[in-house]
């Protein structure tokens, strides 16, 4: 009787525990990149004219002194890079087993994306 006290209700679970908190965030940034592609598509779709005067013009234009597409813009990159985080981090997780370089996959992930953040930043700021 005493191999089945791993099965049930007092089973012992394991890992993370990432499971819904990371669906729920791929999820809501898989819409906030959905959401930015339809604005842009529809900007390019209603523009008569594409030029670099329009384009530089869409990211200089405020609403109440905030720069509203430089913002989305941003927020739309932060979330890119959050759900590639997620699901690069799973995949070190499923297939990469020696911890070390587990660890180090990890580290070197973060790296990237946080670079990828800060050259974000510094390409719209400068618009």
């Not at 109440?64 to 890079?81: D, H, N, V």
């Amino acid at each position: 009787m005493s191999q089945f006290k791993d099965f049930g209700a007092k089973r012992l679970t394991v890992g993370a525990h990432y499971g819904l908190i990371d669906w729920l965030a791929q999820r809501v940034t898989a819409v906030i990149m959905a959401i930015f592609t339809l604005v842009v598509l529809a900007m390019f779709l209603t523009s008569s004219e594409l030029t670099y005067d329009t384009w530089a013009g869409v990211f200089t234009a405020s609403w109440g002194g905030f720069p509203i597409m430089k913002l989305l813009t941003f927020l739309t990159l932060l979330s890119l890079f959050y759900h590639a985080w997620i699901g690069v981090r799973d995949i070190w997780m499923d297939y990469i087993k020696p911890t070390a370089i587990r660890l180090t996959l990890h580290v070197l992930t973060i790296l990237w994306l946080a670079g990828c953040t800060a050259y974000a930043a510094l390409i719209l700021w400068r618009l």
